[in-house]
């Protein structure tokens, strides 16, 4: 097997031992610190990021596991100019307060946006709740989370995106 | 931190993966990696060789055949994942208990990764899937050295961490009988991502607004979970939707329902044999697990009936 | 101001980087060199230390260090030998010397080129220990013949606190009505999804650099300094980013360990904890157990109340002693008593040293008091909201111990709260707790809070802040108040923003860095919006002074027609005759431009205005009357709950929170804070709980520790009420501790209201919901047989 990883678009010579946890290999070799280690027993969801679309706790998946597939971490949502919709609402609505579990939040939400895309209308707060459960904060009390997904899901569909200045 | 070191080895067919297996003693099969890398890391397994099966074309997909008696049987394979089980049409229509178990067991992130056959193997105590395969009447489907053989998942869990897996052998599938109605609970402190404390699964068939059958499995109040035999406290005990009141309520039912869970209850009651831990103490397992069984076979009648769906599926 | 942007919602000034995963903590950075260490811990609770042999572990390949305590530098006097230090208590020692006092104390630590090499030899370092009896529980360790921690501290008495005012004997013999009441509260660990992590350097001369998340860096390098032995000034210290904190992330030992062994090997070294280390030895709030008498009047008026209190500070003393006497009399400033007593006894045992947590002795206090509170008024009769009302305390008033209170709108956050959560609809609480099904109960509390307490470190008393014009026209403001999440540098920013006419993004809040913020007490004590805030604002208004009169200068104006607005200084129409190109009314500069020319005409020097904030309150003397805070919040929570009254389950199914602190700066942020708080609220209610057996933590995870998740908590609304405090140069007082203060007793009273059984320990865990159910039934029944035989 090619020991390659697709993170965020751009391919990763990712010839560590298959064992390394990929949110080792995220942060030590492909330098995306964005990707936090928060437990190491994928209890707090903070090293999440999509492999193949889907959120997973990076600390619980092996390298040779990764070899071949596509992983999104926080750093490919949006791009040096825009942000992506789901940043965009965390920011205005101030959903981050450490910030220390956005990144994971943020690459989950995104992929339970375009689950809802994909499905033709928006997820509700409920759902929401349910989907992000996997995901610790002590800071906020989710409340303003749920209310920026919920508001990247509609400007999502309008596929609006900020431009940085 | 734990240092375990582990060898990684990719199976890309069942005899190769039975082959890895059987190489070594320290040979474990990897599968989403949510038990035995958490496993490693907490030092409750020093490392070995990894042999990964998520690969091995006989332990994927899920597939319907036909069966003698005109009924569907579902094979899942072991390396199905719960978001694949989740997502599964004719998994939502025919085992709602294990919909039901599914959703609570870890988070999405956990969903995605772990697998039907490795929540099995783990064998965990509280393990989400183990009450509502218990209830459907499961089948493992197991590959080993001497060659495949096949066992009532009744007979799969021997202890905390123990199945009737021989060394060499692996999970190839889960078979489940479809029909009837089922529903799983649990309890626990946490609504969020938690471990159950005592979990429930029932099934019914309900014929002509009566009872025609029902069996029970209790989760975490034993070494392994456990099989209720409560079809003769059931049987033929008319059902039919009471107006005005809760699912949860004993009542739901008609009289003559409430007064037979009275007994269930009772059954489960004795049935437990859980321990006090670090979660819970065990006389509150116990009494618990009695009220979790009254109300997973209230939702089952419930769904019997085809009455509107409750979703939630948290007891607390 | 018209454009200003106080008391609108605005964005983190640094929320861009948090979302776009570019903000660095101290375990993203990596610095050239870098060492890994990792702290070998006691894996017994109490024990003498009879051998190391660090041999084996410094044989594996990539070990660079391995210290323990012989490696310790002289810290006494005259720089000779070793002695103990702390924070409050002399009971500090980097790495054990002879003894062990709990199942995580310090023992070793290793310095290796990987974090693998540097567990390895972790596990080579061989340590004898000779176990002595150790002691867990607070109350076995007062009693006598317990094993003793600290033979010069007989009876392990840590700390204590004792107030008395007021004639007791005369305000009791008014009484009407007597509470005498037991609550206790639970260890409880912080939590924050950061673990912790530093980065530390050594440089020639006893110099280090080090990086590491704390609330308090002036004050803390202080305590490591005079671990080490070295003068504070030698230690650098820069706060990076913090993932959170809620009052662990102090003072913390794993910052000299990290400096010595810098130190030996002459190498950056970066030590970051697991979660099970982290939770298990990163300390915890205190268990607080409180005996409570209330004597009351006929019409619900508080005569008297007498307090014990008995906490754990663990094997070591650490932040805990200013918790336990804000838990002894702080609840005198919320409500007015004729008499008060109390003494409160801070306890070692052989258990993982407590610290500060928000809400700060505080909320385990009105755990106790608002159940007690609701307990008279239903003894008597009054209602939850008005009998609150006949006792608060008011704007104007003087309390009992001579705090002042300036402003308070608690009436109206009563008012608003009862009016928001219906509270009319409150049935009274059952006699039977209910047979089967699910119940629902509305509970009331109030809470209160200082801003900033100046006691705790008369020395920083206030804040000074600093703002700075460079020469290519950027903007910055510097205090030594550490964001720890929460948005201080947003609320800085945007009071800086507003005096000087730009937008809150055009301002850099530098990082907190020892060698050149200004030096301040910290973030703690809810202190940081209204000391940074004020300081800000004064320093604000001396740098616009002295760039208007620069900017007269240049354009030839009197600074008192020039106006700074939208990034320039612009020269007011309506002086008469028309100018120059540079000169004249309706002429501008723009502060780039000034940026430039003032360091053009000061050799390079930036534009500083200075500011500072000394808060009007009277230092409490020995007898510990004064008044330590310039301003007190309040709030009043309503929280409804739904109990499972077959299982015990709780769930928080609503929640309303009233504030009153004063000018709120940036709405958006403050109602983050009180989510947040009343989040943490509910998960100490209801499910958190740090297990210890035999000294060892049970559950050092997140599976077993568990905090609430995304559906364990309710929508919660939440409103600000009141007006501007007028002991405030910003009109501010205070909110992120008074947001979790009253959490505990509204979920607490709601159980009651809803099931007719009030719990006294925290947390509520459905397991003690449904055992409080079971006994009260067995009491019921018990009553009831005796009922049938008379």
């Not at chain 1, 995104?110 to 997820?123: K, N, Q, S, T």
């Not at chain 2, 626990?188 to 471990?195: A, F, L, N, P």
């Not at chain 3, 200013?322 to 045992?349: G, N, Q, W």
């Not at chain 3, 990082?511 to 940081?528: F, N």
Request: proline share 7%; charged share 25%; with cysteine.
């Amino acid at each position: 097997m090619n020991r390659v990883i697709r993170i965020n678009g751009t391919e990763w010579p990712a010839d560590v031992p298959p064992t390394t946890p990929l949110s080792d290999f995220l942060r030590e070799h492909a330098g995306l610190t964005g990707t936090k280690i928060g437990c190491r027993t994928g209890e707090c969801g903070a090293c999440t990021v999509l492999l193949d679309g889907r959120p997973v706790t990076s600390c619980l998946v092996w390298v040779a596991r990764a070899w071949g597939r596509d992983v999104t971490t926080v750093e490919g949502l949006g791009d040096d100019q825009r942000l992506d919709p789901v940043q965009v609402a965390f920011l205005e609505l101030n959903a981050a307060q450490c910030g220390f579990c956005i990144p994971g939040l943020l690459v989950s939400a995104r992929a339970l946006l375009d689950e809802a895309a994909a499905r033709g209308w928006p997820p509700t707060a409920l759902e929401v709740r349910e989907r992000l459960s996997g995901h610790l904060c002590r800071c906020t009390g989710y409340q303003k989370i749920v209310e920026a997904v919920l508001k990247a899901a509609e400007n999502g569909m309008k596929e609006m995106r900020l431009e940085l200045g | 931190m734990i240092r375990d070191r582990w060898e990684y080895v990719r199976a890309e067919t069942l005899a190769g993966a039975l082959t890895l297996l059987a190489s070594r003693s320290d040979a474990y099969p990897l599968a989403g990696g949510t038990d035995l890398v958490i496993a490693g890391r907490l030092g409750r397994i020093r490392g070995g060789v990894a042999v990964d099966i998520s690969a091995v074309p006989e332990l994927q997909g899920i597939t319907a055949f036909p069966t003698e008696a005109g009924g569907v049987r579902l094979r899942i394979g072991a390396a199905t994942t719960v978001s694949a089980l989740l997502q599964d049409e004719l998994v939502q229509q025919k085992l709602p208990a294990l919909v039901d178990a599914g959703r609570l067991l870890g988070g999405w992130q956990i969903q995605n990764l772990a697998t039907v056959g490795g929540n099995m193997c783990n064998a965990s105590p509280s393990a989400e899937l183990s009450p509502p395969l218990l209830v459907h009447r499961a089948e493992a489907v197991i590959a080993g050295p001497e060659g495949s053989r096949r066992l009532g998942v009744d007979r799969f869990w021997t202890g905390p961490g123990k199945t009737a897996l021989a060394r060499g052998e692996l999970l190839v599938a889960v078979e489940l009988e479809t029909g009837g109605a089922s529903a799983y609970v649990r309890h626990q402190i946490r609504r969020s991502v938690d471990i159950a404390l005592a979990s429930a699964a029932a099934w019914v068939s309900v014929e002509d607004e009566r009872i025609a059958g029902a069996r029970l499995a209790l989760g975490a109040v034993a070494p392994a979970p456990l099989l209720v035999d409560v079809a003769e406290e059931v049987a033929g005990v008319p059902v039919r939707q009471a107006p005005g009141k809760e699912p949860d309520d004993p009542g739901a039912f008609g009289p003559a329902l409430a007064k037979r869970l009275q007994r269930v209850e009772r059954l489960a009651f004795a049935a437990a044999r859980p321990i006090t831990d670090v979660r819970a103490s065990a006389d509150y397992r116990r009494a618990v697990v009695g009220v979790l069984a009254r109300r997973a076979l209230l939702r089952a009648v419930q769904r019997a009936l085809a009455v509107s769906e409750d979703v939630e599926t948290r007891s607390g | 101001m018209s454009l200003g942007s106080v008391g609108r919602p605005w964005p983190q000034i640094d929320a861009v980087d948090k979302v776009r995963g570019r903000t660095r903590y101290a375990a993203d950075m990596t610095l050239p060199g870098q060492l890994y260490g990792r702290i070998l811990r006691s894996p017994v609770p109490h024990g003498i230390i009879r051998r190391i042999d660090t041999s084996r572990a410094l044989k594996v390949p990539g070990v660079r260090a391995v210290i323990t305590a012989a490696d310790l530098p002289p810290n006494g006097p005259e720089g000779k030998g070793r002695v103990p230090f702390g924070p409050y208590v002399d009971d500090w020692e980097i790495l054990c010397s002879d003894r062990v006092r709990y199942i995580g104390d310090e023992v070793a630590a290793v310095a290796a080129v990987s974090e693998e090499a540097a567990a390895e030899a972790l596990e080579l370092i061989e340590v004898e220990y000779e176990p002595l009896p150790a002691v867990f529980d607070m109350h076995e360790a007062l009693e006598p013949g317990a094993p003793v921690l600290w033979p010069e501290r007989p009876g392990n008495i840590a700390s204590r606190f004792d107030i008395a005012r007021g004639d007791l004997d005369a305000a009791r013999r008014k009484a009407h009505l007597v509470l005498e009441e037991r609550y206790s509260t639970n260890r409880i660990y912080h939590a924050y999804l950061e673990p912790i992590a530093v980065l530390a350097e050594a440089h020639p001369g006893d110099r280090y650099t080090l990086i590491a998340p704390t609330h308090i860096p002036y004050k803390a390098r202080v305590t490591y300094a005079r671990g080490l032995g070295i003068d504070p000034g030698k230690i650098r210290l820069i706060v990076p980013p913090m993932g959170g904190s809620f009052g662990a992330k102090y003072e913390l030992n794993v910052c000299m360990i990290a400096m010595l062994l810098a130190r030996k090997t002459g190498r950056p070294v970066k030590m970051v904890f697991d979660r099970a280390e982290d939770a298990a030895a990163g300390h915890h709030r205190p268990p607080l157990h409180f005996d409570i008498r209330l004597a009351l009047d006929r019409d619900g008026r508080f005569l008297s109340k007498e307090v014990r209190i008995v906490a754990t500070a663990g094997a070591r003393t650490m932040w805990t002693p200013p918790v336990v006497a804000t838990a002894a009399h702080r609840i005198d400033a919320l409500y007015h008593f004729e008499a008060v007593r109390a003494e409160a006894l801070l306890v070692y045992t052989n258990t993982s040293p407590t610290t500060c947590m928000r809400g700060f002795g505080n909320a385990e206090m009105l755990f106790a008091f608002e159940q007690m509170v609701d307990q008279a008024a239903e003894e008597l009769g009054i209602d939850p909201v008005e009998i609150r009302k006949r006792n608060a305390v008011r704007a104007g008033d003087v309390t009992i111990h001579g705090w002042r209170i300036g402003s308070s709108a608690l009436e109206e956050c009563l008012d608003r709260v009862a009016l928001l959560s219906g509270f009319s609809r409150r049935k009274p609480a059952p006699r039977h707790p209910p047979a089967s099904g699910k119940a629902r109960g509305l509970g009331l509390a109030i809470g209160h809070h200082v801003s900033g307490y100046r006691p705790i470190l008369a020395e920083y008393d206030g804040s000074a802040a600093w703002v700075r014009l460079d020469m290519d026209g950027r903007l910055s403001v510097a205090v030594g108040e550490p964001d720890i999440g929460q948005g201080l540098n947003t609320v800085v920013a945007m009071i800086a923003a507003d005096e000087l006419g730009v937008s809150p993004s055009e301002i850099d809040v530098m990082p907190v860095d020892t060698a050149h913020s200004p030096a301040a007490v910290g973030t703690l004590g809810s202190r940081a919006t209204i000391m940074a805030g004020a300081a800000v604002k004064a320093a604000a208004r001396d740098f616009k002074k002295k760039l208007l009169a620069f900017a007269g200068e240049l354009l030839g104006a009197d600074p008192g027609e020039l106006v700074l607005e939208r990034g320039r200084v612009l020269w007011r129409r309506g002086g008469g005759e028309s100018g120059e190109r540079e000169g004249g009314p309706g002429a501008s500069l723009t502060l780039a431009e000034l940026g430039r020319r003032w360091a053009a005409a000061h050799t390079g020097s930036p534009l500083v205005g200075q500011g500072s904030y000394r808060p009007e309150t009277v230092l409490p003397g020995p007898d510990k009357y004064g008044n330590p805070s310039p301003a007190y919040p309040f709030a009043a929570h309503v929280a409804e709950v739904e109990v499972d009254v077959e299982t015990g389950a709780v769930e928080v199914v609503n929640y309303w929170a009233v504030h009153d602190s004063g000018r709120i700066i940036n709405p958006s942020t403050a109602t983050g804070q009180v989510q947040g708080g009343v989040a943490q609220g509910i998960g100490w209610a209801l499910m958190e709980d740090v297990a210890i057996r035999g000294g060892r933590v049970e559950n050092p995870n997140f599976l077993d520790y568990r905090i609430p998740g995304f559906q364990d908590v309710p929508p919660m609304t939440v409103e600000f009420v009141g007006e501007s405090e007028p002991n405030s140069p910003t009109g501010v007082k205070s909110l992120g501790e008074s947001a979790l203060n009253p959490v505990l007793p509204a979920i607490a009273n709601a159980v009651y209201n809803a099931v007719g059984v009030r719990i006294h320990d925290a947390p509520l865990t459905p397991e003690a919901v449904w055992r409080a159910i079971q006994r009260r039934r067995e009491e019921l029944e018990a009553a009831g047989k005796e009922r049938e035989a008379q």
